[in-house]
Nanobody, 125 residues
Framework: QVQLVESGGGLVQAGGSLRLSCAAS????????MAWFRQAPGKGRELVTA????????YYADSAKGRFTISRDNTKNTVYLQMNILKPEDTAVYYC??????????????????WGQGTQVTVSS
């Protein structure tokens, strides 16, 4: 079992920044991966970015490239999402997710079967 606890959401003006945190506990293998998804009102859940625990390889959706940065602190089992130059279209509930047993070297786009409770990010224009 893996438990994920997110924090750091809130209300920010367009152009501003926020940092989300996700603390993980439980059985997370070093080969696994962590990701941030988001779901805007009336839309499906979207993979924003992901990172491998070992090696730090990352993936970014086109919407996140150049503005968002995912990082991890292996000593704290915590993943961060630094979001800069936020836009109103970034408004969504952001979810941390874990794929704890992924064995390949690349960053998985699926198989995230553990989820945090979600944190609201609202960007005002």
């Amino acid at each position: 079992q893996v438990q994920l606890v997110e924090s750091g959401g809130g209300l920010v003006q367009a152009g501003g920044s926020l940092r989300l945190s996700c603390a993980a506990s439980g059985r997370i293998f070093s080969t696994g991966a962590m990701a941030w998804f988001r779901q805007a009102p009336g839309k499906g859940r979207e993979l924003v970015t992901a990172i491998k625990w070992s090696g730090g390889r990352t993936y970014y959706a086109d919407s996140a490239k150049g503005r968002f940065t995912i990082s991890r602190d292996n000593t704290k089992n915590t993943v961060y999402l630094q979001m800069n130059i936020l836009k109103p279209e970034d408004t969504a509930v952001y979810y941390c997710a874990a794929n704890p047993t992924y064995l390949r070297d690349d960053v998985p786009s699926g198989g995230y079967n553990y989820w945090g409770q979600g944190t609201q990010v609202t960007v005002s224009s």
